[in-house]
């Protein structure tokens, strides 16, 4: 299918009810990728899944969708998510046919499509955690960043009952080379984070997640910085004395402009309350 070129450059609607139909279709049909929040909230998940499974030949999980389908409570687009990557994962229990359906969805258009990937490998029973975050590594540094978000909140669940094993796995990814990479770090193991449950460790302890922290703290991408900052400023919220003394050091030890744009960020819930 030729897509017109004005629309794949469209820059989408700011408003669910505003994205045209004609984009709707495609999206649910997996042969175009969101490009912001408005248009990723709209797929019709279900639709798009069926298309994929039926193209892919996947008719055996066309009765196990629709059944998962019917006992979703919360119709949110991440819970929607994980029940199709439960599904998938379930359907495809050896580890041959696991591998072969995770790159069929890795090669993938749409970016939702690639997204329940991620949750794929959330839900994947058997695989360590070190499995774990080499699969999804790709993932974190997809292009599209509603896969990029899919990456770590498919696999924060799996980190959590492994505080400690996890946040040293993780100290390689805040020094890789990409900042995708780089940022899934920091944004995986955010105390409170968005789209997911808490950390319950990190808000009373976040000084277990300082050596992630530490090399990001004068990165030169702003989509890092931001994370980072977020990831302070959750803490603040349960050790503001703590975050304080953090910022305080790398104020004195890295002073540079982006550790100082990161203090600002980190300190803005602080700064409401003392104002």
């Not at 193209?55 to 029940?83: C, H, N, R, Y």
């Not at 980190?159 to 805040?174: A, H, M, T, Y």
């Amino acid at each position: 299918m030729r897509i017109p070129e004005q629309l794949l450059k469209r820059k989408g609607s700011i408003t669910t009810s505003g994205v045209p139909g004609e984009v709707r279709s495609l999206l649910d049909l997996g042969v175009i990728e969101t490009v912001n929040l408005a248009e990723w909230l709209v797929v019709d998940q279900e639709s798009l899944a069926r298309n994929v499974f039926e193209k892919e030949e996947w008719g055996f999980l066309l009765q196990p969708l629709e059944e998962s389908f019917s006992l979703l409570k919360i119709k949110t687009a991440p819970k929607k998510m994980d029940v199709i990557g439960k599904v998938l994962a379930q359907g495809f229990s050896s580890k041959s046919k696991f591998k072969h359906a995770l790159g069929r969805l890795m090669e993938h258009r749409s970016d939702i499509v690639r997204s329940w990937a991620c949750f794929m490998i959330g839900s994947r029973s058997g695989l360590s955690l070190e499995e774990c975050l080499k699969l999804i590594k790709e993932f974190a540094a997809d292009r599209n960043m509603s896969v990029r978000e899919a990456a770590w909140i498919a696999i924060r669940p799996r980190i959590v009952p492994q505080l400690d094993e996890s946040l040293r796995l993780l100290q390689g990814f805040s020094l890789h080379k990409d900042p995708n990479i780089r940022r899934f770090a920091s944004e995986i193991t955010r105390p409170r984070g968005v789209w997911c449950n808490h950390i319950q460790a990190l808000k009373e302890n976040p000084q277990l997640g300082l050596p992630l922290l530490q090399p990001l703290c004068s990165d030169d991408s702003i989509y890092v910085r931001n994370s980072v900052g977020n990831w302070l400023n959750d803490a603040s919220k349960t050790k503001p004395d703590w975050v304080l003394d953090v910022c305080k050091i790398w104020d004195k030890k890295f002073p540079t402009k982006e550790t100082a744009y990161i203090i600002r960020r980190a300190l803005r819930t602080l700064g409401k309350k003392q104002g």
